[in-house]
């Protein structure tokens, strides 16, 4: 270490004077600057009166309630999480003025399909429709009541909220199964898609029913159930819905 003082005096001795002046710029331009853009308080005071000054616009779902028998009925239905505002738009002025100011009722499809409208990002189970097919040029409140959205008939086939997944399997080698030969459909998943899930199969051997050799399946492609994929589950590596070997 002191052969390499010895050999580079002059370039430390410039690096020190350029830390010195770096340090000596940050602290002069720290002090020109104004108090508002360097004190964390100042700052945080500003943003404070800046939000309060706006005017209120929001009164919030439970202030309905005081005067809407349909408030009780959200409660109970699929809406419940949504607040009355995220629909009727902001109602502030509503309730400081119930006579004269009004909140919005939306009656166009458009509106709904907000969040209905097909989206493979939706998770699954939540209802989803194509609006070109579904009871086209009708009001959804037609057939749904906003504040209870129960449809007017279950569907009673699986491609009513897995319309991809239907599509799918249409064009694969499974097509010919139906549903409920890998799945157990609980009754209440019908109507509880998201609390009441179906059954998925959890063993090796469920596969292997039909694709084990030794299987009584005829013209399936048969493996060795107890050395092929080592310990991991068929569909771990084969997609169900369309199995195909890669």
């Known amino acids: 270490m002191k052969n390499f003082l010895q050999r580079f005096p002059d370039a430390l001795v410039r690096l020190a004077a350029v830390f010195v002046v770096l340090f000596a710029g940050v602290l002069l331009v720290q002090s020109l600057l104004p108090p508002a853009w360097t004190d964390t308080r100042l700052q945080q005071q500003a943003t404070v009166e ?21 408030y009780s009925v959200k409660r109970q239905g699929y809406h419940r999480n949504l607040s009355c505002e995220t629909c009727h738009g902001t109602a502030r002025a509503h309730v400081d003025n119930s006579t004269e100011v009004k909140p919005s009722l939306p009656r166009l499809r458009e509106f709904c399909v907000r969040c209905h409208a097909y989206d493979r990002s939706r998770p699954t189970g939540f209802p989803q429709i194509n609006p070109a097919a579904h009871n086209p040029l009708k009001a959804c409140i037609t057939c749904h009541d906003p ?27 499974h097509v010919q199964l ?26 090796r051997e469920f596969c292997g029913r039909c694709h084990a050799k030794g299987s009584l399946v005829r013209e399936t492609p048969k493996v060795d159930i107890e050395a092929h994929g080592e310990k991991y589950l068929c569909w771990q590596c084969h997609y169900p819905h369309m199995p195909e070997v890669k």
């Open 178 to 203: 139906e549903c409920t030969t890998c799945h157990e459909v609980p009754v209440g998943h019908k109507t509880s898609p998201r609390a009441v899930l179906a059954s998925i199969p959890k063993e």
């Open 50 to 70: 800046r939000e309060t000054a706006r005017p209120v616009r929001y009164a919030g779902s439970d202030v309905c309630a005081g005067c809407h028998d349909e």
């Open 147 to 173: 504040h209870d959205p129960k449809p007017p008939t279950t569907p009673q086939e699986c491609r009513g909220c897995h319309a991809e997944i239907a599509r799918t399997k249409a064009l694969s080698a």
